[in-house]
């Protein structure tokens, strides 16, 4: 890959907030561009209905896919009616005739001193020349395997 462009093209939470379950979809990632130009995206919607929600809970998973340590603050912003959240990020990574569609998800569990991961998983497929391959699990974490 020369210059791979990797674009957000889907983002689901699940008791984050007050967000019970919603997918927001990044419809400029279905037809990922070949120039570098950038897109813009807005995020609309009246009071409560989850903008700042999408907003924070992208902060958190970049905090989580750089290795940062889990604020203890997060546990906070799951529902107050349930003991676990639910991250789940897919992407487009392209670069000339190649695709790669990623998914990290990442399930968070409160604890006595915050939150921790109880599960996280990889998953990738390949679009090359007309032709997907399967979407594979390459990595799957559970915190309760040995």
Not at 54 to 60: G, H, K
Not at 78 to 85: M, V
Not at 131 to 143: H, L, P
Request: hydrophobic fraction near 40%; charge should be negative.
């Amino acid at each position: 890959m020369n210059h791979p462009i990797v674009r957000l093209a889907s983002l689901t939470l699940e008791n984050i907030k007050n967000v019970k379950k919603g997918t927001i979809y990044l419809p400029a990632s279905s037809n990922v561009p070949s120039s570098f130009s950038a897109g813009i995206l807005g995020i609309y919607g009246q009071n409560g209905s989850g903008k700042t929600a999408v907003v924070d809970a992208l902060y958190f998973l970049q905090q989580i896919m750089i290795g940062a340590e889990l604020d203890p603050k997060l546990a906070d912003y799951i529902d107050s009616e349930t003991n676990h959240a639910e991250i789940a990020a897919e992407f487009i990574i392209s670069d000339a005739d190649i695709f790669y569609e990623v998914g990290y998800h990442v399930l968070l569990v409160k604890t006595d001193s915050g939150v921790c991961i109880n599960r996280e998983y990889l998953n990738c497929a390949i679009t090359q020349n007309g032709s997907r391959s399967n979407k594979n699990i390459f990595m799957d974490y559970q915190r309760s395997d040995s």
